[in-house]
């Protein structure tokens, strides 16, 4: 779980995916209500991930799956990146660039 990079406080896994899903680039810390930013490494993996869901497509295209095979195996990953990602997120108080 993401850890404050101002007061060191550990995120719970409800106040990360309540931060992950707002448009705004920032995240606020739920403890000293600071801006935290994602680092340049999360933001790749988290750039790289949902291409994982296109994995059923090319396994589709190899064998031929039926419809519900596909798109089960779609929802699959998806789910799981849900629950994956974030543990994988890293915080900063500078927003850092991608590159």
């Given at each position: 779980?993401?850890?404050?990079?101002?007061?060191?406080?550990?995120?719970?896994?409800k106040?990360?995916?309540?931060?992950?899903?707002?448009?705004?680039?920032?995240?606020?810390?739920?403890?000293?209500?600071?801006?935290?930013?994602?680092?340049?490494?999360?933001?790749?993996?988290?750039?790289?991930?949902?291409?994982?869901?296109?994995?059923?497509?090319?396994?589709?295209?190899?064998?031929?799956?039926?419809?519900?095979?596909l798109?089960?195996?779609?929802?699959?990953?998806?789910?799981?990146?849900?629950?994956?990602?974030?543990?994988l997120?890293?915080l900063t108080?500078?927003?850092?660039?991608?590159w």
């Amino acid at each position: 779980m993401p850890v404050c990079a101002t007061c060191c406080h550990q995120w719970s896994f409800k106040e990360t995916m309540r931060a992950m899903y707002t448009l705004k680039p920032s995240m606020t810390c739920p403890n000293c209500r600071q801006e935290q930013h994602l680092t340049s490494v999360s933001r790749k993996r988290g750039a790289y991930m949902p291409f994982l869901i296109l994995i059923p497509m090319l396994l589709n295209a190899f064998f031929d799956l039926n419809w519900l095979t596909l798109f089960g195996g779609m929802a699959l990953i998806a789910a799981v990146f849900h629950l994956i990602y974030p543990q994988l997120i890293e915080l900063t108080d500078k927003e850092e660039p991608i590159w």
